[in-house]
């Protein structure tokens, strides 16, 4: 009970100064932490669509970052041709990211463990070279999007604050999916696949099916990541999708907690923190923190939300 206490008070702790982290900012007058801030939150909720299938159904995706892409580029290539309406550009978005997920997933659920990984690599490289090759959208170096997506007054996306919370709201409405699917037959019946896919067969689980689904909502979750970011950086280019973003991901939902519900989110806030604060001591910040990372994941077992559980314990 007192470990589920600490845990619990960590996490409220946490989404309390998401929360309220704009008050701050004004009170401060710091813009940079509230720009910080929303790029954190949007990565953290790509990370945490990660986490469905990474620690609920045990995928190890290593192309996650495809759909990040395939978000901002749909939101960028619909403003280049004229669409500015966000009620048209994040549907879009979230549709192909879905699409993207529904081929990727129907391919490379036919193979397992190393050859899965290498599979999702693949098809998220094919999507960069893709994008690389758009001369009409900027090939190489990256898609401008000059003017932020619109949704007829309802919010305006080039007001900091409310862009924060509209990113706010879309990883708390993303965690609240993820816990009701987690905790659904259908989440149970994925991680009990998880666990032994053998046996849940032999009882009558068509396994491929429930994973194919459970890889299809991730990447459409991810592609919604991808549209704020698009939107967040005014810009998109091949390198969002590279694989190294897919590791960062991966790193994040390891660090914070694989197969926990809040992990991926506080792994993301330290990561990225630490990357933040470690580049402006240094220019080798990344000699840092690999080392840093590599302890924690060593000897951490369970991440940050793990190391929480036993230290109430303790």
């Known amino acids: 009970m007192k470990s589920l206490s600490v845990s619990k008070a960590v996490t409220a702790l946490m ?8 008050l ?3 009170l401060t007058g710091n813009v940079f932490i509230l720009t910080l801030f929303t790029r954190i939150v949007i990565l953290a909720l790509a990370a945490a669509s990660l986490n469905l299938i990474m620690g609920f159904a045990g995928l190890m995706s290593f192309g996650h970052a495809a759909y990040l892409g395939i978000g901002g580029y749909a939101v960028g290539m619909l403003a280049q041709e004229g669409v500015g309406s966000g009620f048209i550009q994040f549907p879009v978005a979230v549709a192909a990211s879905a699409i993207y997920a529904l081929v990727i997933g129907a391919l490379s659920l036919r ?23 758009l001369a009409r959208y900027g090939g190489d170096d990256g898609l401008t999007i000059y003017k932020r997506s619109d949704f007829s007054g309802l919010i305006d996306l080039g007001n900091r604050t409310q862009f924060y919370y509209l990113c706010l709201a879309c990883l708390f409405g993303v965690m609240l999916l993820i816990w009701r699917i987690v905790n659904s037959r259908f ?14 067969q032999a009882i009558g689980f068509p396994a491929k099916r429930y994973q194919l689904v459970c890889f299809v909502i991730s990447g459409t979750m991810c592609g919604l990541a991808g549209a704020l970011l698009a939107n967040n950086t005014d810009f998109v280019s091949p390198a969002v999708m590279y694989w190294t973003r897919s590791g960062d991901l991966m790193v994040m939902v390891i660090l914070g907690g694989m197969g926990t519900l809040f992990g991926p989110v506080m792994g993301a806030v330290v990561f990225l923190l630490l990357e933040e604060l470690l580049s402006q001591i240094t220019e080798y910040w990344a000699l840092i923190l690999g080392p840093l990372l590599l302890l924690i994941v060593l000897f951490g077992r ?3 939300m793990g190391a929480l559980g036993r230290a109430g314990r303790g």
């Open 15 to 22: 989404l309390a100064g998401l929360v309220l982290l704009p």
């Open 24 to 26: 701050y900012s004004q």
């Open 111 to 133: 193979t397992r463990g190393v050859y899965f990984i290498m599979i999702t690599l693949a098809f998220a490289q094919m999507a960069y070279y893709v994008a690389s090759g």
């Open 187 to 200: 989440g149970l019946v994925v991680q009990g696949l998880r666990s032994n896919e053998q046996r849940m």
């Open 302 to 304: 369970g991440g940050i």
